[in-house]
């Protein structure tokens, strides 16, 4: 059972660039969210899924863009990316509202 | 809105030393609280939640947490740390509604001296 799978693992990119950041869970969860990880800043909420065909947004969803086709898979698009996108980020999902979220062991993103 | 505060920053404590990290939310109702604990480079592990009901949990890795309701806080304890114990630990409070979203303290890094 590999729980919360994302990849790539690391990625650098240049200012301008797009890339989507894959999230996919083997364990039937309907919510998945995406967090980023800036130092003494804790986790920040940037986009959420209660469901396939559903998303909201989160704290700081600013240049990010998500989709929800399937219940396995919730990637996380970078539409231009800027320097301040510079972050670790994280795929998380839970059973439903209330539950523990499981996270996957992150992305580690430079924009430079 | 929903907030975490974790005042310490950084803990250093001595192998066999008790531990208590610091951990105060703001939330306008019950709330879902949670301690997740992060090694370097990996993702974040739970070590224990409350819901609702008794306000001591017992967790993972002998760490324990209470949940005081008059003083807000959710402090995360454990009698005698291991060396293996030095991570980061997050505090959580999460919402009971569509979504689960959670919001985060800014983490405490524990340092653990043999």
């Known amino acids: 059972n590999a729980g919360v799978t994302q990849t790539p693992k690391f990625q650098v990119l240049k200012t301008g660039q797009s890339m989507t950041l894959q999230c996919a869970q083997d364990?039937?969860?309907?919510?998945m969210s995406w967090y980023r990880q800036d130092p003494g800043m804790g986790l920040r909420l940037i986009h959420y899924?209660?469901?396939?065909?559903?998303?909201d947004q989160g704290e700081v969803p600013n240049g990010y863009n998500v989709s929800r086709s399937t219940t396995e898979d919730f990637p996380l698009r970078l539409l231009s990316a800027a320097p301040s996108q510079t972050s670790v980020y994280f795929c998380?999902?839970?059973?439903?509202?209330?539950?523990?979220?499981?996270f996957g062991d992150g992305t580690r993103l430079s924009i430079l | 809105a929903q907030s975490v505060t974790q005042p310490d920053i950084h803990i250093t404590v001595s192998e066999g030393a008790s531990l208590e990290l610091r951990c105060n939310y703001s939330?306008?109702?019950?709330?879902?609280l949670f301690w997740y604990v992060q090694s370097p480079g990996q993702g974040l592990q739970l070590l224990l939640k409350?819901?609702?009901?008794?306000?001591l949990v017992q967790g993972i890795k002998g760490f324990e947490a209470e949940f005081k309701r008059s003083q807000s806080s959710f402090n995360l304890r454990k009698p005698s740390v291991h060396w293996s114990d030095a991570a980061e630990y997050f505090c959580?409070?999460?919402?009971?509604?569509?979504?689960?979203?959670?919001?985060f303290g800014g983490g405490t890094r524990l340092m653990v001296k043999p």
């Open positions: 998380a999902s839970s059973p439903g509202g209330g539950q523990p979220q499981h």
């Open positions: 364990m039937n969860h309907e919510y």
């Open positions: 899924s209660v469901g396939a065909g559903i998303t």
């Open positions: 939330y306008g109702a019950t709330p879902y």
């Open positions: 409350y819901f609702s009901g008794d306000t």
């Open positions: 959580a409070v999460g919402a009971n509604n569509a979504g689960n979203m959670l919001t």
